[in-house]
Structure formats: C-alpha cells, structure tokens
C-alpha cells in the first residue's frame, strides 16, 4: 500500500525556451466553474502544459428545483468544427513545435455525441487517451442515459489507453459490487481485463475507513494509493481534475503509475482547500497545492 498523502507535485513549468506540452480535453462546460471542462482547463495550467478544451454540452444547475442538472447538448457539426480546428492547430500534420497527442475525455451525454467523438479519436493519432467515463447525466431521461452508457462502452473505451471510474462507475463497467478495497482491487482487474487500459479505481469517500482510497492496476503493477478523507461528502470537480491531472502528466512523459500518484496528490490538495459557495456542494480548487 501507498500512501501520496504528501503533496511533491510535478507541475513545474517547462524549460525556457522550450514549448509546453499540449492536452485536449473534450468535454461539457458546467456553469459554477467546479467541474466540466473549466476544472481540466485549470488543472492543466496548474500542472504546466497547454490546455485546449472542445466543448460537448452545456451543463447547469436550477437552484429553484433542488440544484438538478439542466443538460443542454452542443450540435454535432458544431463538436466536429471544434475537433477539426484543434487537429489542424495541433496534430501531428500542423508544424506545431509541441504536437497534440494526448487527450481527456469527459461528459459526452449522447449516443450522437459519442459517435462523432469516437470517429475523431479514431484519426487522430492519440498516444494517451484518459477517459473519464461519465455514465450518468441527471439531465437526461433514463432510455437516452442507458443508451448513452452503453454507446460509451461499446464505443470510447475500446480506445482508452487510461480510465479513471469512481465508484459507480467501477460497479457499472466491471460487473462487480463495491463494498471494500478487495472488491475494488477485484473490479480495477476487470475493467484493466476488458478495455487493455490503466485504471484508476476511484474509491473515494464512498469506501468506510479513515482513508480515501484509489486503485491503480495496468495489467502488470497493482498499487493502493491513500490519503486522510478530508470530511466524508464528495467535493464537486474532484473525478474531472484527477482525470485531468493524469491526462497532464501523461503528456509530460511520466508513467500511468507515476501520472496516477501525482494525480492522487493534486486532487487531495484541492479538496483539502476546497471553495464553498450558496450551492448545497464545495468544490475542489486547483490552486489548493500551492
């Protein structure tokens, strides 16, 4: 077992004269900035690389109806400019001294969305694909949120080189009831077994004990990763930015294993100076580290 309750992060910015590694992330935008797109973008900066964010939908909260999601989608064609303007600017045909070969998937939120996200990764040449694999919109009625889980499965993960699943997630992907940190060793297995990638089972708060714990396992090397809970509610942004900060360590050239440990790190940071708001939720702030 480790523990990276320790906060040795390696966001230090680039050499001079040396360009910043690029990171894309492909997700929604979320209104009160703690999660979605805006915690990547943030994470990115605070780990040094250059973030560029294409957005797949818009998500609010209605403060008049208990604080629910309101999912708006972002059109297709629209999505599609984006990931062609990005691949243009960065990829590797554009000249770019830093090429684009590392990105964070998050909310999708549509089968449609999907497909045209999955076509884009498909011809993009990514070398690290981190997926965030959100398997639940609260914006959504349940048939178009089952056929957008399953699309995911079917479409996104096959092409991950990296998963980050909470506890929900973990539960959904491997079959597998969550109850210890046997059971989440046990489901980190399986999702590693069926989509090839590194995974970081996200144990959280949900898991009882004095720790939080996460669960590394890429086929080869099984680590516990621990850190104190800092209290016992889920800090909104806290699964975006972890995701996030792999995608950004990943892009700086360090391990899964050692991109999970820095992400751990970060992520208990933030949470640990997390910002409260009138929301009934605090969410986690990337500068917390510093």
Not at 43 to 66: H, R
Not at 122 to 151: M, R, W, Y
Not at 180 to 199: F, M, N, P, T, W
Not at 219 to 241: D, I, M, N, Q, Y
Request: proline share 6%; glycine share 10%.
């Amino acid at each position: 077992m480790t523990s990276v309750a320790s906060e040795n992060l390696s966001g230090a910015n680039p050499a001079a004269g040396t360009a910043p590694a690029v990171v894309l992330t492909i997700a929604g935008s979320e209104a009160t900035g703690g999660a979605g797109a805006q915690a990547d973008l943030k994470t990115f900066q605070e780990l040094g690389v250059f973030g560029i964010a294409n957005l797949t939908c818009i998500v609010s909260f209605d403060p008049k109806n208990d604080w629910n999601h309101r999912f708006v989608p972002v059109d297709q064609e629209v999505i599609a400019h984006q990931l062609e303007a990005t691949t243009a600017a960065y990829g590797p045909a554009s000249g770019a001294p830093s090429v684009l070969d590392t990105v964070k998937i998050g909310m999708l939120g549509s089968p449609a969305t999907i497909s045209t996200v999955a076509s884009a990764l498909a011809a993009g040449a990514f070398s690290n694909v981190v997926l965030d694999p959100v398997l639940i919109c609260k914006g959504q009625e349940p048939g178009h949120a089952l056929d957008t889980d399953q699309a995911l499965k079917a479409q996104i993960l096959p092409l991950a080189t990296f998963v980050t699943p909470n506890h929900f997630e973990a539960e959904s992907l491997s079959g597998l009831e969550i109850t210890d940190v046997d059971s989440l060793k046990a489901a980190a297995v399986r999702i590693q077994e069926l989509s090839g990638a590194a995974v970081l089972a996200k144990g959280g708060v949900r898991l009882s004990g004095p720790d939080a714990v996460d669960i590394f396992y890429d086929g080869e090397t099984l680590e516990v990763l621990t850190a104190p809970k800092v209290g016992e509610v889920a800090v909104s942004g806290a699964g975006c930015s972890l995701a996030a900060a792999v995608t950004a360590e990943l892009a700086k050239g360090a391990s899964p294993l050692e991109a999970a440990r820095t992400a751990k790190n970060f992520v208990t940071a933030g949470i640990r100076n997390r910002v409260a708001s009138g929301a009934p939720f605090e969410a986690l702030w990337q500068g917390g580290p510093r």
